[in-house]
């Protein structure tokens, strides 16, 4: 079983930064594909960025935010800059327990969303 729980949402002005932090309970974190996801008011949830032994982007966020994880403090996180309006959502951590598996699968963990609004 693993528990994710994020935090460093907030509001923030276009333009500015913000920092996102995931930390998990859990054995075996080091070995989970750790990602981070948000879901806009209205739209479905839609990928952000995954980190295992590299990281992956959505082409929309690439080069704005990096996605880091620690193993040693079992946490995850997504340093956003250069944030937009359209940047606005709950953002959320989910594990998966290896790159072929689901994120929505039965062994998948999610956690509960950090909102991040962005003000223009």
């Known amino acids: 079983q693993v528990q994710l729980v994020e935090s460093g949402g907030g509001l923030v002005q276009a333009g500015g930064s913000l920092r996102l932090s995931c930390t998990a309970s859990g054995r075996a974190f080091s070995t989970y594909v750790m990602g981070w996801f948000r879901q806009a008011p209205g739209k479905e949830r839609e990928f952000v960025a995954r980190i295992s032994w590299m990281a992956e982007y959505a082409d929309s966020v690439k080069g704005r935010f990096t996605i880091s994880r620690d193993n040693a403090k079992n946490t995850v996180d997504l340093q956003m800059n250069s944030l937009k309006s359209e940047d606005t959502a709950v953002y959320y951590c989910?594990?998966?327990?290896?790159?072929?598996?689901?994120?929505?699968?039965?062994?998948?963990?999610w956690g509960q969303g950090t909102q991040v609004t962005v003000s223009s």
């Open positions: 989910a594990a998966k327990p290896d790159p072929r598996s689901a994120w929505y699968g039965s062994n998948s963990y």
